[in-house]
C-alpha cells in the first residue's frame, strides 16, 4: 500500500479535548475518528488491526466449537419486556433501562438498540431447541453495542457505540455449563496472550447480566479505570467492587501470596447465567427421561475495540504507538528516500505475502521517519542514494540499526 493514498494523512497535534493516551496517538496517527463522544470511525489502518484483532478471536472462539453468524442490532421491545430487562433497576436487579437506548418509531413502536444479545439467543433456542440432543450449542457474532454510557470518556476504551464479540452457550446441565465456562476462560487467556497481554482474571458481579459471580479478563495498565486485587502467587483475583480487605494482606485463597492492588482495563467479561433466562422465556428442552427442562445459558464478551485501546495504552512510547507483530495494521514501514531503490524490495517484499506500507510521499527524511514512529509499524526499512543495494533495517522496539541485503532480510523475516 503507498502512504501517499492513506485516508486520512497523520496529524501533528492531538485534539484538544484529549486525555488519554489511546485518544491522543490513534487520532494523530490516522486510525480512529471522533464523530462525537463516545463514538468513532475506524479509519483504514484501525480497522486493518481490528480485523485481525477479530482473526485471533475467531479462531479461539472455533476452536472450542463456536459457529459464527450475524443477529439484528434492531430490537422490538417486547422481547426486552419478556426478563424485565427493558426496565429499570429501580424495580428489577437487572432491568437495564439506564444503559438501553430506546425510542419510538414515527408510529409509535418502541424499539431499544442492541447492547448485549441473550433475550435474542433465548428467542432462536425456543424457536430451535427440542430435545437434550439439541446440545450444548455454541453461537457467537461480531457486532456493534450501543450502550448510554453517561461517562463516554478515555478515548476509545469507552464509548456509547463500539464493536463486540459476544458468544453465548446453551446446556442440559449446570455441570455442562460449568465444564464449558473454564474451557471459554482457557480460550479467552489463550487470546489476550496472543495479544501479547499482561492480564490477569478477575471475579466481579454481573451487573445488568447476572446476580451470580462473573470473571472479567482485566490488563495491567496504570491508565486503567479499574481497580483489581490480585495474589502474586496463585491465581486468585477479584475487582475492587466486590473485594473485602487490604492489599499487602495475605492471599485468601493460597494463604501464601500477597494481594496486590493495580489498575487495570477490562477487556473480556465471562457470565455464567444459569436457567434464570430460560425461566424467563420460557426455553426449555425434553431429557432422556421425557421431563421438560430449562436450559442453562452462559455469554462471554470482548470488545475489540476496547482492545484496540488498550493495546495502544500499555506499548508506546513518546513518539507513537509500538504495534505487537500480530495485530500490525503492517508488517513492514519500507521508507523510500531519495536515490532509493523501493520498487523492487516492495514488490518482493509483497510477493513473499507481506503487508507493506511504502512511503512514496515526496516529504523530508525526518517527517518520514517521525510518522514511521508514530503509526509502530514493528519494522522499518530504509533505502536511499547512500544505502544503494542495501537496505536499513530498524526494529520498533530498539534503536539499533543494521544495512542488511534484500535477500538477508527475505531470509530473516522467514524465521
Ligand atoms: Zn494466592
Not at 418502541?110 to 439467543?121: C, D, K, N, P, Q
Not at 497481554?197 to 479478563?217: K, L, M, P, W
Amino acid at each position: 500500500m503507498l502512504q501517499s493514498k492513506i485516508f486520512p494523512k497523520t496529524r501533528k497535534e492531538a485534539p484538544k479535548e484529549a486525555e488519554s493516551v489511546n485518544h491522543k496517538l490513534l487520532v494523530r496517527a490516522g486510525f480512529i475518528d471522533q464523530l462525537m463522544a463516545g463514538s468513532w470511525t475506524l479509519l483504514p489502518l484501525g480497522w486493518r488491526v481490528v480485523t485481525k484483532i477479530n482473526q485471533i478471536i475467531r479462531e479461539e472462539m472455533n476452536a472450542i466449537g463456536g459457529q459464527e453468524m450475524l443477529m439484528p442490532l434492531l430490537h422490538p421491545r417486547e422481547i426486552w419486556g419478556e426478563t424485565g430487562r427493558w426496565g429499570s433497576s429501580k424495580d428489577n436487579p437487572l432491568g437495564a433501562q439506564e444503559i438501553m437506548y430506546q425510542f419510538k418509531d414515527i408510529r409509535g413502536r418502541e424499539f431499544a438498540l442492541s447492547f448485549t444479545h441473550e433475550e435474542i439467543v433465548m428467542d432462536l433456542l425456543r424457536k430451535n431447541i427440542k430435545s437434550y440432543v439439541d446440545l450444548p450449542l455454541y453461537v457467537y457474532h461480531f457486532s456493534t453495542k450501543f450502550r448510554n454510557e453517561p461517562r463516554a470518556r478515555s478515548g476509545i476504551l469507552r464509548a456509547r457505540e463500539f464493536m463486540m464479540k459476544d458468544l453465548y452457550s446453551a446446556h442440559v446441565s449446570e455441570d455442562d455449563l460449568m465444564d464449558f465456562y473454564e474451557k471459554a476462560k482457557r480460550a479467552y487467556s489463550k487470546i489476550f496472550t496472543r495479544l501479547g497481554f499482561d492480564f490477569r482474571i478477575t471475579e466481579a458481579s454481573g451487573g445488568v447480566f447476572t446476580t451470580n459471580r462473573t470473571h472479567e479478563f482485566q490488563v495491567l495498565a496504570n491508565t486503567g479505570e479499574d481497580i483489581i486485587f490480585y495474589c502474586d502467587k496463585c491465581d486468585w483475583g477479584q475487582n475492587k467492587e466486590i473485594f473485602n480487605g487490604k492489599a499487602g494482606r495475605k492471599c485468601p485463597k493460597c494463604k501464601n501470596g500477597k494481594v496486590i492492588e493495580a489498575k487495570a482495563i477490562e477487556v473480556g467479561n465471562i457470565f455464567p447465567l444459569g436457567t434464570w433466562y430460560a425461566e424467563r422465556m420460557r426455553v426449555y428442552y425434553t431429557d432422556k427421561t421425557g421431563m421438560k427442562k430449562p436450559v442453562w445459558f452462559g455469554s462471554y464478551g470482548i470488545g475489540p475495540t476496547r482492545v484496540l485501546g488498550a493495546l495502544v495504552e500499555v506499548s508506546h512510547d513518546e513518539d507513537g504507538i509500538i504495534w505487537n507483530p500480530v495485530v500490525a495494521p503492517f508488517d513492514i514501514h519500507l521508507i523510500e528516500l531519495p536515490g532509493g531503490k523501493a520498487k523492487e524490495v516492495y514488490e518482493r517484499l509483497t510477493k513473499e505475502g507481506r503487508d507493506v506500507l511504502w512511503d512514496d510521499r515526496d516529504v523530508a527524511a525526518g517527517e518520514k521517519f517521525v510518522d514511521s514512529d508514530l503509526i509502530g509499524i514493528p519494522v522499518r526499512l530504509v533505502v536511499s542514494e547512500k544505502t544503494g543495494d542495501k537496505i536499513e533495517w530498524k526494529e520498533r522496539t530498539s534503536e539499533k540499526i543494521e544495512t542488511l541485503s534484500l535477500e538477508e532480510i527475505l531470509q530473516s523475516l522467514r524465521k
